[in-house]
């Protein structure tokens, strides 16, 4: 019998469609747990899961579905639905069949998206006497557009609309790597249609090898449309190479009568967005003299968040009074940051730790501590903060139809929007780039950022709209522990992390007074969840004292015999 409050399984729940589908699940008020690879705290075993589950999903790499599916099938029961979220729907289908479940197929026909609202979802309704009269209104009430087929004709349609397309968008890639094209320069010059196809192409390149070369070779009807692309594309080259004009145009005659009408509807919707298109180009705070480079030499670039970001500004007037030369290496988050640094990518990285309004930024925070001690605080900055307004035209607040922030800059805006764009949808991104990136290619849209992100058809509208005119945000630089330098002659203050092994009262009473018997003065202590390790804290502490200090290493020597301790940098 269908329950009418569902508990949601995802395994895969930490995944990119997971984690979407997690979140939508929650907002309509439904109970959602999830499995994964590295079960630990509220992150289940699959098994354990399945058991308590109403409606399972399976939301893992497309080459490991049949593995799982083929793991939770004998544990589940006839009163439970089965549902997956792979792009190849016949043998996935076929493998949940086996089990006593009632079975929906999906293939969300999106990937990292803010909001699912107006997207396609492909639905394969296998088998099912109930869950499916509680599934597709749920779906539609997320906003998603639902569309029910079966397994053969969806695999048919995903050959057609995505495995071709990728296969001509990663070969006309690789002929401008080829020639030694840069893809950002041709896009300046290139007609709407191009730049478009670039746009494509770049998204296509930033997301997972593997998972593109899983969707063309596991898909039986791929081999098929695949072998008929070539054989058209060899027939059109072939006429190119021999001069055949008439074979040409006969080809484009031919497809554009199989098009009819649609083809007149095509040119007036892409006429619609061109003009968009036209203007876009990457907003680049010109904080940096230096080209946009990805294959600059590690020990002359710094890892920073960007491009057109506060943060990129801030790194700019750190690296001027230093006398330091190195080139950006633009990054879309903190975590990314991390990595460039700790695989050597660049020598240093340059990150937003705190906020004097809202306080600290727990991204960077949990990654300094999962580096454990690898990564080091090597300097810090405070910059004063001043957000603006931005957009291609003034728009009255009834007009706008979404404003794109960063977590961080929303916080640090809220008033502002709150008393200016009331009910307007306020759509977070990974950094104030991405979002002046958005306002530039989306109708009428705002967003908020530094007024150097403004220019290629996005203008300042209203400077200074953060709440706290003494706004200011503390930034630091980040190294390798072994490859730390000194930007100080005199080091004042040190970070370090401690979590206590056992749960016992008074621990904290006992850590406080290790500090102030040795006479050190604690400027932050702030307990943190640990996000990799769900239900545990640890406290994230500013010493303002060197760790070199002798009362330093006494009290850390101290620290240790009841806890876990971290030093994090010492500046």
Not at 355 to 384: D, Q
């Amino acid at each position: 019998m269908q329950k009418k409050n569902p508990i949601i399984g995802i395994i895969g729940g930490r995944g990119v469609l997971g984690s979407i589908f997690r979140k939508e699940f929650e907002n309509l008020g439904y109970k959602v747990i999830i499995s994964g690879r590295k079960p630990s705290g509220k992150v289940l075993k699959n098994s354990d899961l399945v058991k308590q589950a109403d409606i399972v999903i399976v939301s893992v790499f497309l080459a490991d579905t049949p593995e799982v599916i083929r793991e939770i099938t004998p544990l589940l029961k006839p009163n439970q639905l089965l549902c997956d979220f792979t792009s190849i729907k016949s043998e996935a289908v076929k493998l949940m069949l086996e089990s006593k479940a009632e079975v929906v197929g999906l293939h969300p026909m999106f990937g990292k998206v803010e909001s699912v609202n107006g997207f396609n979802i492909f639905a394969c309704v296998a088998r099912s006497k109930t869950w499916w009269k509680w599934l597709k209104p749920t779906l539609e009430k997320m906003g998603l557009k639902v569309h029910e087929v079966t397994p053969e004709i969806h695999d048919k349609f995903a050959a057609l609309h995505q495995s071709v397309p990728h296969l001509f968008s990663i070969a006309f890639a690789r002929l401008l790597e080829k020639r030694g094209i840069n893809p950002e320069k041709l896009f300046e010059v290139s007609s709407p249609s191009t730049k478009l196809e670039l746009l494509i192409e770049g998204r296509l390149l930033n997301q997972s090898a593997e998972m593109y070369a899983d969707i063309q070779l596991l898909n039986p009807e791929t081999r098929k449309a695949a072998s008929e692309f070539e054989e058209i594309f060899h027939e059109l080259a072939a006429a190119v190479r021999e001069g055949k004009r008439e074979v040409i145009v006969g080809n484009i005659n031919s497809a554009a009568k199989h098009f009819g009408d649609w083809k007149e509807f095509a040119f007036e919707e892409t006429n619609r967005f061109f003009g968009d298109v036209v203007k876009m180009g990457k907003p680049i705070v010109k904080a940096f003299d230096k080209p946009l480079s990805q294959k600059i030499s590690a020990n002359k670039a710094i890892a920073i968040l960007g491009p057109a970001t506060q943060t990129e500004i801030a790194a700019a007037d750190f690296l001027k009074k230093q006398k330091l030369s190195l080139s950006p290496l633009w990054k879309n988050t903190m975590s990314d940051v991390f990595t460039a640094v700790a695989k050597g990518e660049a020598q240093l990285g340059f990150i937003p730790l705190e906020n004097y309004t809202i306080g600290p930024v727990r991204e960077t925070v949990n990654n300094l501590f999962e580096a454990r001690g690898k990564i080091r605080i090597v300097a810090e900055i405070v910059k004063p903060i001043a957000h603006a307004l931005l957009g291609k035209k003034d728009l009255k607040p009834k007009e706008v139809s979404r404003i794109f922030a960063h977590s961080q800059v929303k916080a640090q805006c809220a008033h502002f929007l709150q008393k200016n764009f009331p009910g307007v949808e306020i759509v977070e991104t990974p950094s104030t780039g991405e979002s002046v990136l958005r306002v530039a290619s989306e109708a009428n849209s705002l967003a908020i950022g530094p007024v150097e992100a403004a220019g290629n058809g996005v203008k300042i509208l209203k400077r200074n709209v953060e709440d706290d005119p003494n706004n200011r945000t503390r930034f630091v630089v980040i190294a390798l522990e072994k490859n730390k330098k000194s930007f100080s002659k005199v080091k004042h203050k040190t970070v370090l992390t401690f979590y206590f092994r056992e749960n016992i009262a008074g621990q904290l009473a006992k850590a406080l007074t290790i500090f102030a018997e040795n006479n050190i003065s604690l400027s932050r202590i702030e307990s943190i969840p640990a996000e990799k390790r769900l239900g545990e804290f640890f406290f994230f502490t500013e010493c303002v004292v060197a760790d070199t200090d002798k009362r330093f290493q006494k009290a850390v020597k101290q620290l240790s015999k009841i806890a876990s301790v971290l030093n994090l940098g010492s500046y």
